[in-house]
Nanobody, 120 residues
């Protein structure tokens, strides 16, 4: 059973950067052919795919967030990360990490989500 757990600050000030980590257990982030993604859900809105990192280390980021988003990983810790710069209140959301079975948005395992609020 694969388990994912997000961690990071619950409150970030506008213009600062947000960094989240997803710890993975029960499966390796280098296992073919999975992608490991970040998805968020602002209050009252639908899910938004932010980006993902493939088992090989290849990264794909949503065009709308590309200028502010970076995704990385630490294979020794079996974790992957999200860095979102210059946040605004519109970045307030529940942030999820999840495993994508083939890079097409077919997520089979999800973290429980972590609330991030952007506010001064």
């Amino acid at each position: 059973q694969v388990q994912l757990q997000e961690s990071g600050p619950g409150l970030v000030k506008p213009s600062q950067a947000l960094s989240l980590t997803c710890d993975v257990s029960g499966g390796s982030i280098t296992s073919k052919f999975y992608w490991w993604g970040w998805i968020r859900q602002p209050p009252g809105k639908g899910l938004e795919w932010m980006g993902a990192i493939e088992y090989s280390g290849r990264i794909d980021v949503s065009p709308s967030l590309k200028s502010r988003t970076s995704i990385g990983r630490d294979t020794s810790k079996n974790q992957f990360t999200l860095h979102l710069s210059s946040v605004t209140p519109e970045d307030t959301a529940v942030y999820y990490c999840a495993r994508d079975t083939d890079g097409t948005g077919q997520f089979d395992y999800w973290g429980q989500g972590t609330q991030v609020t952007v506010s001064s």
